[in-house]
């Protein structure tokens, strides 16, 4: 029995030696279906994350009007008493008719997406994706600072309102990219620059709380469910507001192949939102007031990624 099983040991040691010494190249060269065509067409997901710079005018939305008495001679100004006394005539003023600084900051930005390479056009993509760009920051110690238009024609400098707060954005967008190569296969060790266009719908939160140290809007009865007042100033409730858009998207960029497979990303979007509110709330949060807006919100970001197509 030891000597059988010794032979077929030594005979299956005598095959693994000629088949490693063996010519396994046959003459007629590598088999291949002449059916078979590979159209490009592949699959696709990405991640990505860098730094994104929010660019925006701010417009003011607060509905406050002032009543005051001016005096028609020295131009000075009084809180409006019911019945302006002899010298002075009654003029009233409208918040919003002062101007709010631009909104600019850097902030972070991350994404990922999912995609399809187009059979036979591969140089075509289409992802669908999400981004999330992370607080930007609106503070100002004096938020409303500047000429107040009054109905005579006059202009009464003003300033008041303490405000703090951020804005938070989510986007999911459709995009379809033009890679910018010949052929079938993308090539290797390559840069291979793109473009892209899309749309998408955006989710923008903004926090806010708003001071009032002044004293210049105590009393007022559209103020009265927003805050609590002491010794005439008022600290207005905290408030949360979700905005939606229709958001543009613009990209380039290039892409670099480690291999068939796998590709480093570098890449440049920007991302334009009509409007975002920031508004008052009450305790509860039942209701709100618009009190100022984002308009014409860019989102210009710069982002590292890496793509996986398969």
């Known amino acids: ?6 032979s077929f040991i030594v ?5 693994w030696f000629g088949a490693a010494h063996a010519n396994w190249e046959y003459s007629g060269g590598y088999m291949y279906n002449p059916d078979y065509t590979d159209s490009g067409s592949r699959a696709a ?7 994104t710079y929010a660019l925006a005018k ?3 939305d607060a509905p406050m009007v002032f009543a005051y008495c001016v005096n028609t001679e020295t131009g000075d100004v009084q809180d409006w008493s019911g019945t302006c006394p002899d010298g002075f005539e009654y003029a009233t003023g409208g918040l919003n008719s002062v101007g709010l600084d631009k909104m600019s900051q850097v902030s972070f930005a991350a994404g990922a997406s999912v995609g399809w390479i187009l059979p036979n056009t591969p140089q075509w993509r289409l992802e669908l994706g999400w981004d999330h760009f992370s607080d930007v920051d609106y503070n100002k110690p004096r938020l409303f600072s ?5 109905s005579n024609g006059m202009t009464l400098d003003v ?3 303490n405000v703090q707060s951020t804005m938070a954005t989510d986007i999911i967008s459709f995009m379809a990219f033009y890679d910018f190569f010949d052929g079938i296969q993308k090539p290797i060790r390559t840069m291979i620059p793109y473009i892209g266009i899309g749309f998408g719908y955006a989710d923008t939160k903004t ?13 007022y009865p559209i103020l009265e469910d927003f805050g609590t007042s002491d010794d005439v100033m008022m600290d207005f409730y905290p408030s949360t507001t979700n905005t939606t858009n229709v958001a543009g998207v613009v990209a380039l960029g290039f892409s670099y192949g480690i291999n068939e497979n796998l590709f480093f990303d570098f890449g440049a979007r920007a991302a334009y939102l009509p409007h975002v509110k920031y508004t008052l709330s009450n305790s509860d949060g039942t ?4 009190w100022f807006s984002a308009k014409n919100l860019i989102y210009a970001n710069v982002m590292l990624g890496l793509r996986v197509e398969f």
């Open 1 to 6: 029995m030891r000597s059988r099983i010794f």
């Open 11 to 15: 005979a299956l040691c005598g095959l």
């Open 45 to 51: 997901i990405s991640i990505r994350g860098g730094a």
């Open 58 to 60: 701010m417009r003011n």
């Open 146 to 150: 500047g000429n107040m238009q009054l």
């Open 159 to 161: 300033s008041m309102g």
């Open 207 to 219: 926090e806010m709380h708003f001071y009032d140290d002044t004293g210049e809007l105590y009393g």
């Open 287 to 290: 209701r709100h007031l618009d």
